[in-house]
């Protein structure tokens, strides 16, 4: 089987083949770090973490490069507003990403360069497209000249009419023309700046991407990658300037961008105000809840944010774990009493046949979590069918169990779950319940022991009305041969 991906240049969905062979290069754009991240950067995050983590499954070397911009107005704005540095504003926001993403089980990526530590390559990458007749200087700016590029449009699929028309309403008197972008800044009063042959100034915003990329991972590299809200002017502008420069093409074989988290169908984004900050939705759902809610949707479709559609998916996240909990509990059995399976094992045993192909049948197109999901769901559902009547004393039943139970851990690996302790998972979930209730443990305890103690004196009535008294307040119990366990409902 062969991967395909959805190539935003192409508009088609096309074998992915890479330049090497068993290698691959990724660049994803990263944030703009002025002001805490959204579950919207998380998405695009956890989308390309996911196919980072799906290629080296695959078996593929994976050199996966994700840039911040930590010079850009908004920075500066941001840092002239609270009387500061740049570059303090712009460390505080790296490290509150970095430990926002990593809250959400984001693997970082290999090399994670900063703007401000490539200005040489910047201005010498500048500089070769004034020489070579693709941009030039106007009052210390510099610009690139979209007419001496053939093809700008051809990400975005605009033409260079329509395009100018919308960039009239911006009009800068110094550029030759609307379209025409900024590779290089003049200085501004309270702004960083840096020398450069046209004087002091500072990279315009797209300029970056094109060099950090082409000296991580050479022209051409394979995945380029973003939200679908970079492709134009961002990387529509990444292709001018780069494929101008080298004068390869193409500079990136394929592009990959990923939807919107929208709420109530409007985007969600800082302008708009309409944002949650992460550490507020991991402290209201497990993190793994937050990655199957956004994966739950094919990566180039929106996801609407609610938080109905997050608490489904915790209810998903801990149905999971319950299983893995379950199978540790009956494989723990050394007995070897010789069993046939019955009819609920033999299904498990026929769709274990199957899942893996159908799990990377699913990947293999274009990535499509939410149908790799679905395929993990239904082997969930049969794996519980099979461990309410799976006999922990023989040993053919624990070898499927055990076998079902690292399919599912190694598919979950894939999207970034099911790494967690079953046992401490659940204990953790019971106590944030308990927390979020307003509840007391010691009491439910007290409570459990005293209904314990009225069975064992044949008290139905008593242990009735304690049990009912608990699930008044939502703790549901559960009697079993090793005692009465409780759980939040």
Known sequence: MSIHVYNTLTASKEEFVPIKAGKVGMYVCGPTVYDSCHIGHARAAVVFDVVYRYLKHRGFEVTYVRNYTDVDDKVIKRANDEGKNFREVADYYIDEYDRDMGSLKVLAPDIK??????????????????????????????????????????????????????????????????????????????????????????????????????????????????????????????????????????????????????????????????????????????????????????????????????????????????????????????????STLPAAGEELETMIESFSEKFEQAMDSDFNTAGAVANMM???????RFLDRADPASAKHRELIGGTADMLKKSGAVLGMLDENPVEYLEERKRRKIAKSGMDATLIDELVAKRAEARNGKDWAEADKIRDELLDRGIVIKDGPKGTVWSVK
């Open 113 to 338: 360069p900063r703007v401000t530590d490539h200005i040489p390559e910047i201005i010498d990458t500048v500089q070769k497209l004034i020489d070579r007749g693709h941009a030039y200087e106007s009052g210390g700016d510099v610009f690139f000249d979209v007419s001496s590029f053939e093809s700008y449009g051809k990400l975005s699929k605009r033409d260079k009419e329509s395009m100018s028309a919308g960039a009239r309403v911006d009009i800068n008197e110094l550029k030759r023309n609307e379209l025409d972008f900024a590779l290089w800044k003049a200085a501004k009063p309270d702004e960083p700046q840096w020398d450069s042959p046209w004087g002091p100034g500072r990279p315009g915003w797209h300029i970056e991407c094109s060099v950090m990329s082409a000296k991580y991972l050479a022209v051409p590299f394979d995945i380029h990658g973003g939200g679908i809200d970079l492709v134009f002017p961002h990387h529509e502008n990444e292709i001018a300037q780069a494929e101008a420069a080298t004068g390869t093409e193409p500079f990136a074989k394929y592009w990959i961008h990923n939807g919107h988290v929208t709420t109530h169908g409007e985007k969600i984004s800082k302008s708009l105000g309409n944002f949650i900050p992460i550490p507020d939705l991991v402290d209201r759902w497990h993190p793994e809840a937050i990655r199957l809610f956004l994966l739950s949707n094919h990566y180039r479709s929106p996801v609407d944010y609610t938080e109905e559609a997050l608490d489904i998916a915790q209810d998903h996240v801990d149905r999971f774990y319950n299983a893995l909990a379950r199978a540790d509990e009956k494989v723990v059995t050394e007995s070897d009493k010789k």
């Open 378 to 384: 239904e082997l969930l559902k049969g794996f519980n």
